[in-house]
């Protein structure tokens, strides 16, 4: 490979995200798909990943041996289950690969398991790989601290009818950094119901759910006199994998430790 390609192995790769990310990865020179992974049993074994995607021939036929799928790698990056992950951080740990993480709802073993093998590779693993939350939260963290405690923050969101968990952990993580920015513990400030209750002010995190909505999320903050709004709209799939590629190709090389979206956009 030539030493200004990154190599990915991506796991998960006939899924909504996995094929967004093989089409991500055929737009960009830099970056080349090196192998794909699915589940044992799933019918795209052996298929081309990127003519399943539509990407044209990847010459990368989908396997369920993540080991043999991570091996050359330099980056493997996992969109599969949570009960995939474990398998992904062991590969790219065997391998001495770099490992992006954008699978949500992961456990508290596997948040355990990423801290380990963040001491021997570079790891990124974010519920939101978008760079326009990224940036969000950037500026989100000035306005709460330049606006200062006159103005309360309350974080709103919007997705389609079949989302699950509610509210959205990138909702959760903007109160998170809204907390951190007043200087308030984040476990005791934020309130995601709030039904009859009054008393301190907190940050309130509130979700709606409906139609086909890809993702919206507004920060308020408003004082007794103005009020600033920030808003992110997601308009597909597609920013989540050119986010994605984009963190891979920063990893790729990287010293072991842990990374976020804003070290990928040299925010931090
Ligand atoms: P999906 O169900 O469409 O795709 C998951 C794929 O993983 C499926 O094709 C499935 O067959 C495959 N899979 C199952 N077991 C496997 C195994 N053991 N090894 C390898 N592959 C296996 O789901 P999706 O919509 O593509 O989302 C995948 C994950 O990415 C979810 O956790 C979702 O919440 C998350 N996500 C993250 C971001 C982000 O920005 N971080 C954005 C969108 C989605």
Known sequence: MSEKTVGVTLVGAA????LEIVRAVAARPDVRLIGAVERAGC??????????????????????????AADGADVVVDFGPPEATLGAI???????????????????????????AARRIAVLSASNLSVGIAVMHDILRRAVSSLGEGFDVEIV???????????????????????????????ESIATARAGVRGAREIGVLGARGGGVFGEHTAILASDHERLEITH????????AQGAVRAASFLAGKP???????????LD
């Open 233 to 240: 709209r997601a308009a597909s799939r597609t920013l989540f």
């Open 90 to 116: 062991r590969a790219a740990e065997g391998a001495g690969a770099a490992l992006l993480v954008g699978t949500t709802g992961l456990d508290a073993r596997d948040a355990e398991a990423i801290d380990r």
């Open 157 to 187: 969101e919007m997705h389609h009818r079949g989302k699950a968990d509610a509210p959205s952990g990138t909702a959760l993580d903007l109160a998170r950094t809204a907390a951190d920015a007043r200087g308030w513990d984040a476990g």
């Open 43 to 68: 019918d795209h074994i052996g298929a081309d990943a990127g003519r399943l995607a539509g990407a044209g021939d990847a010459g990368v036929a989908i396997s369920s041996d993540i080991e043999a």
């Open 15 to 18: 899924g909504r995200m996995g």
């Open 256 to 266: 072991a430790g842990r990374y976020t979206m804003m070290d990928v956009l040299g």
